[in-house]
């Protein structure tokens, strides 16, 4: 793509196009006041004034970015300035015409040939020289058009000729027209407002008139202009909503053409001359210049639309800007540059929150991750697998974990059937306080230290208060609810004690029931207070009796409620039983409990569950 257009310089025809410059790939970026100036003189307009570089933190290679910039506008100022010499947009002659005038029109014609709404005033004074009444004396076509538009045909009375204007339309007199005329009548200057509205009744409702108004001395008269519906005032409010303004750079003589809101929504105070490209590219960041750079390149020689990023000193506002080239003719000179700025801080801020909370997502989830893998890790290595390990007790067992899905997919559940030297069963069924790999470590701390002192065969009542002992030496709040018991097998008896947790449930020829607590109630949670003494009490089995013992968490809903939660376990457990009654060995009494917890369970639950079935063989 070729720059056009005489007086280019070297750049003719058929030379080649101007390459972009070549820049580092680095950029300062210490900050510096915001400021927009207006272009600086080149040196060949006034050779004894220096050229207005930017302060020197921006460091050589943003200072180049910005000459190149320079350069780039002079040559294509240079480029439009001979196209206007070759082909006569030449200064106005300065020779006279002698011209003669036809007869002036009629004020009705004069009236007509105004684009814009129109009223012919005329005031009338008092003795004291003000403004008593003011009286209408012609309408143009324009305004008659406007009144058949908004009003019906009855609304204001028919034209008979000149009248009040405030006996035609009395709700005037409470605007700001009446100040506007009185102003206008003692200045002599033409008054603005930028929005007049009034009601005027009609056979239909109220009919809200909004209007730009302007009132000039016309001779001894006045002349009341305005547009309907205040669309620069609309414009500006549609710009402000939406962060948007437009622009147009005249690239001959720097001239700038905003729309209404383009100072509001860059920052400027109302009295500060419009940037020019110049102005904008000094303003600009320096990581943002070789954006611009390039924008501008694709717009003056490679006529293209382009758009780009800017962001401006002093602050954190970053604009899209929408470049698109206006040429002399088609396919000609790039003689403007038209373009659409638009606020972006706000996605922006928005999508950088959105990715850094992505970022925080994923890192929690991965180390979510990774405590679910060690706990996970940590839990197979100490609950137990049972198949036919205890058919030497005369038992079978079953066990079924459910991890609380929303949390770390692990908790504090545990469970352990072991025999001791002395003939007998640890069973055992608790739950550690806590989520996670922290109440993993707490329950393997308990499992750990029950499996030892079951060894010292004493009762089970002393084995938990010593493991309440355990717990209350924790350094952390370490506590816990648990079952724990001994299965005589010589005797088919199972002594047993409660901390804190769900009784143990019998279910004996399809009928459940809860095993009475042993006597003085259920104990203290481990962990609670020390030196707290609990009690034992004894459960005969016979054969085919199932033992179930289980975990709040597979019951517990919101709000809680013990023995509500304990009925819909026993009818759960009665209810899986008819459907299917647990079959011969291992396996069908895993059958069954996997039945029964999936009975339970459901997305209300929001702990881990844990079911342990103990059954009595013959």
């Given amino acids: 793509m070729r720059p056009e257009g005489p007086g280019a310089g070297p750049l003719h025809r058929n030379a080649p196009p101007l390459p972009p410059p070549a820049y580092p790939d ?88 105004l684009p814009m709404a129109a009223l012919l005033l ?84 109220p009919v809200r008139i909004s209007v730009e108004v302007r009132i000039a001395p016309c001779g001894d008269h006045f002349l009341l202009t305005w547009e309907p519906g205040g669309r620069l005032r609309m414009a500006a409010a549609a710009q402000q909503l939406v962060r948007t303004c437009w622009v147009e750079w005249n690239l001959a003589d720097d001239g700038v053409q905003p729309s209404r809101g383009f100072r509001q929504i860059l920052g400027l105070a109302d009295d500060a001359p419009e940037p020019s490209l110049c102005d904008l590219a000094t303003a600009a960041t320096p990581d943002s210049r070789s954006t611009l750079y390039q924008a501008l390149y694709d717009v003056i020689l490679r006529k293209r639309t382009t758009d780009c990023e800017l962001r401006f000193r002093g ?40 990715q850094r909370a992505e970022r925080d997502a994923r890192r929690e989830h991965e180390r979510a991750e990774a405590v679910a893998e060690v706990a996970h890790v940590l839990r197979d290595a100490v609950l137990p697998h049972f198949q036919d390990e205890l058919e030497s007790f ?13 949390g770390a997919g692990v908790g504090g559940d545990w469970y352990k059937a072991r025999g001791l030297p002395d003939g007998r069963l640890l069973v055992a069924l608790g739950d550690a306080r806590g989520h996670g790999l922290a109440a993993v470590t707490l329950m393997a701390k308990l499992r750990y230290a029950l499996a030892g002192l079951a060894y010292t065969s004493q009762p089970v009542e002393l084995l938990t208060q010593w493991l309440n002992e355990v717990a209350c030496a924790d350094d952390r709040e370490s506590t816990a609810t648990a079952i724990i018991a001994r299965y005589h097998p010589d005797l088919s008896v199972l002594r047993w004690t409660c901390a804190g947790h769900p009784r ?24 609670v207070m020390p030196n707290t003494v609990y009690s034992a009490t004894e459960t ?79």
């Fill in 122 to 205: 005329a005031p009338v004074l008092g003795e004291d020289g003000k403004i008593q009444d003011i009286v209408l004396l012609a309408r143009n076509a324009t305004a008659r058009a406007y009144a058949a538009a908004r009003f019906p045909e009855d609304a204001v009375p028919p034209w008979t000729g000149p009248v009040p204007l405030f006996e035609r339309i009395p709700s005037l007199a409470s605007t700001a027209i009446p100040g506007m005329l009185a102003d206008a009548y003692h200045q002599r200057t033409p008054q603005q407002s930028d929005t007049v509205e009034w009601l005027v009744c009609t056979r239909t409702g």
């Fill in 504 to 527: 143990p449930v019998l279910l004996r020829d399809g009928r459940a029931t809860q095993l009475p607590a042993p006597a003085g109630g259920p104990g203290l949670t481990l962990g």
């Fill in 394 to 406: 005369g038992l079978e067992a079953a066990a079924v974990y459910r991890p609380d899905a929303p």
């Fill in 26 to 113: 680095w950029h300062p970026r210490s900050p510096a006041p915001m400021l927009f100036r207006r272009r600086p003189y080149t040196r060949t307009e006034r050779p004894d004034m220096p050229v207005d570089d930017p302060p020197a933190a921006d460091g050589p290679r943003a200072r180049l970015e910005l000459q190149a910039i320079r350069a780039l506008l002079d040559a294509q100022r240079r480029r439009v300035t001979a196209y206007a010499e070759r082909y006569g947009a030449g200064p106005p002659n300065p020779s006279p015409t002698t011209v003669t005038a036809s007869v002036p029109p009629t004020c009705q014609n004069v009236l007509d040939a």
């Fill in 315 to 354: 602050g954190e506002r970053v604009f899209r800007m929408v470049a698109e080239p206006v040429r002399i003719v088609p396919g000609g000179l790039v003689w403007a540059l038209r373009a659409v700025l638009i606020d972006v801080t706000t996605d922006r801020r928005r999508r950088e929150a959105a």
């Fill in 540 to 618: 005969p089995l016979e054969t085919g009796d199932i033992v179930l013992m289980y975990s709040d968490g597979l019951t517990e809903r919101r709000p809680a409620d013990p023995d509500a939660d304990t009925r819909r376990f026993l009818q759960a457990a009665e209810c899986c039983f008819r459907e299917a009654s647990p079959g011969v060995g291992h396996a069908g009494l895993q059958g069954y409990a996997e039945r029964l917890v999936a009975h339970l369970d459901g997305p209300h639950r929001t702990d881990d569950a844990t079911l342990l079935a103990l059954r009595r063989t013959a």
